[in-house]
């Protein structure tokens, strides 16, 4: 296994313990359970923030919301 594959294993893996931690609360894992995301990120220098639901849990913040969707 190169340096590479090693490297990508272990973000897939880090990946996974985020997805299960996110499922354990009950949270999107997208948003973090805030059902929206904020671009640009806050501390840009822009006056304003563009806010968009989620696509993955449609704004609801919710893990069991986005299972339902991804049929
Ligand atoms: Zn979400």
């Keep these: 296994m190169g340096i590479i594959q090693a490297f ?3 973000r897939e893996g880090k990946y996974q313990e985020h997805l299960e ?3 354990e609360e009950d949270k999107c894992p997208q ?3 805030k059902g929206y995301h904020v671009y640009p990120p806050v501390g840009e220098f822009i ?3 563009h806010i968009f639901d989620c ?3 449609e704004g609801l913040g ?3 919301k986005r299972d339902s969707t991804i049929v």
Excluded: L
Aim: proline share 6%; net charge neutral; glycine share 12%.
């Design 8 to 10: 990508f294993n272990w």
């Design 47 to 49: 006056p304003y923030n």
């Design 62 to 64: 919710s893990y069991s």
């Design 55 to 57: 696509a993955g849990c």
């Design 21 to 23: 931690a996110m499922y």
């Design 31 to 33: 948003c973090h359970g």
